[in-house]
């Protein structure tokens, strides 16, 4: 199976996570725990197979309403 490593949702870049789930639901259990890590998620049936894609969601590097000094 040719999978793509990275695919576009939603003019967002996800990538594969690099596992073939034949059982829906270990797909769904494993992508619970992606979202619980604070991962956004896709799902792609591909071949009577399942495809997981994943994203990091950015942490925001400054804290809101606070300056970039340059560390003076």
Avoid: P
């Avoid at 949702?9 to 992606?34: H, I, M, P, R």
């Avoid at 998620?41 to 994203?55: A, D, G, I, M």
């Amino acid at each position: 199976m040719d999978c793509a490593i990275v695919r576009m949702f939603d003019g967002k870049k996800f990538l594969w996570d690099g596992a073939v789930y034949d059982d829906v639901g270990k797909a769904a259990e494993t992508e619970e725990s992606y979202k619980k890590e604070n991962f956004e998620t896709r799902t792609v049936k591909e071949q009577e197979k399942h495809l997981l894609y994943t994203r990091r969601v950015a942490a925001q590097s400054v804290a809101e309403g606070e300056k970039n000094t340059g560390g003076v």
